[in-house]
């Protein structure tokens, strides 16, 4: 070979061994020095699924009366996974609702609790649901409340109002009709006692 075709092979081994040490010094400060960064950015941008219930149909009768309907009603829920990332743990964000909502302090703790959370004897009112889930806390809140809660966001991340549907059955002639259509609610206190 001639000092020519040497040297253009020089370069061009330069060239690549150059290419590959930036191309591993880059991946070196995306994984290790700049790795928590990224985590945490990309942490914060997961998406999650919320899961609504569907808004159950109307029954009627024959004649057009309706024997099950849905009433509109207005949730104040918790967000569970936004009120364990507060630095105590949601806890003066949970005593201004509670003083907001007019309820005790420790009934909406223990609402806002994984039915396992709880010691044994204070199982009453906690949530069955999954913590993925938003937990109500009332569902037919004064809409001015809903409204402070909503617009005041900053003061209770993890807070929302939103509207539901309640399952309602008027009757007819002064008979409730939930024993023949069926009744299906959530877990009361004496159901877990």
Not at 138 to 162: M, W
């Amino acid at each position: 070979m001639n000092q020519r075709s040497r040297l253009n092979l020089l370069v061009v081994q330069i060239l690549i061994v150059s290419l590959i040490v930036a191309l591993f010094g880059r991946l070196f400060y995306l994984q290790i020095a700049a790795g928590p960064k990224y985590r945490d950015a990309a942490l914060s941008i997961q998406s999650r699924d919320v899961v609504s219930p569907a808004i159950r149909g109307l029954i009627v009768d024959s004649s057009g009366v309706p024997l099950a309907l849905n009433k509109v009603g207005l949730a104040i829920t918790i967000d569970r996974i936004a009120i364990d990332k507060q630095p105590d743990k949601g806890v003066e964000v949970l005593q201004r609702l509670s003083k907001l909502l007019k309820l005790q302090y420790a009934d909406v703790y223990r609402n806002t609790r994984l039915c396992g959370e709880l010691p044994k004897g204070q199982k009453a009112g906690c949530w069955t649901g999954s913590r993925y889930q938003p937990i109500p806390i009332t569902k037919e809140a004064d809409p001015d409340i809903a409204l402070q809660i909503v617009e005041r966001s900053d003061q209770f991340p993890g807070v929302d109002a939103q509207p539901i549907a309640i399952r309602n059955y008027p009757g007819v002639a002064g008979v409730n009709g939930a024993h023949v259509l069926g009744y299906v609610g959530p877990l009361t206190e004496s159901d877990l006692a």
